[in-house]
């Protein structure tokens, strides 16, 4: 027969640990997890990713201001209060900086990852097979920018190159082509890697096959 609390049972314990619980029912430190925000967690994926818009910044620099406006009220109001310094003023134009460049920043992304891998693609010059697209800032407004790798469609690619396109007005930043110099030659036709034997330097060769300095060994003896 159980135990009712208060008689001899001890704190609540949690049924899958059976730890003791906290009385309070507030969640412990170790049950507190980190949690990405719905638009970021790849868990919840049901269709094409979309990129997070930077205009998304201009929502709290529209709430620095109003706070700024709010410190500046209060200074004017209750100036003559002992509560109420020119610390008011110094936090309002701090937050009134804060907020202009979030504004400034917060650029609209017109240009989406599809458009910029067409305009990259136009840029190219050859047929394009793989490619990626990778968001980036620059300048100290941070203009979004699209960072487009491309490689072209043979297999395995004779081209790569790297198309920058601003992610304001579409315009191509830059552009990097290239012979592929990437070593591919332990790839087989379907780009799975294939087996590989490794051997280390002073490992000896097996018999009849030329050791390191070219002499021919047997047994594994070198002579």
Do not use: C, K
């Amino acid at each position: 027969m159980p135990v009712p609390p208060g008689d001899g049972a001890g704190p609540p314990r949690d049924e899958p640990t059976g730890e003791p619980r906290d009385p309070t029912g507030e969640p412990r430190d170790e049950d507190v997890r980190d949690e990405l925000p719905p638009d970021l967690d790849p868990t919840a994926f049901v269709g094409p990713y979309v990129f997070p818009n930077n205009s998304r910044r201009r929502v709290p620099g529209v709430l620095y201001l109003l706070i700024a406006a709010a410190l500046v009220a209060v200074y004017l109001l209750a100036g003559g209060s002992p509560l109420v310094n020119a610390g008011f003023l110094l936090a309002a134009l701090l937050l009134a900086l804060v907020g202009t460049y979030s504004l400034v920043s917060g650029w609209n992304l017109e240009v989406d990852e599809r458009d910029a891998l067409v305009a990259a693609t136009a840029e190219a010059g050859f047929a394009v097979g793989h490619a990626s697209a990778q968001m980036g800032w620059r300048g100290l407004l941070s203009r979004p920018t699209w960072r487009i790798l491309l490689y072209s469609a043979e297999n395995p690619p004779t081209r790569r190159g790297l198309v920058l396109v601003d992610g304001v007005d579409g315009e191509i930043i830059d552009r990097i082509f290239e012979d592929n110099p990437e070593d591919w030659s332990g790839l087989d036709g379907d780009l799975t890697a294939g087996e590989v034997t490794y051997a280390p330097p002073d490992a000896a060769p097996p018999p009849g096959e030329p050791s390191a300095n070219g002499s021919p060994s047997a047994n594994g003896v070198e002579h």
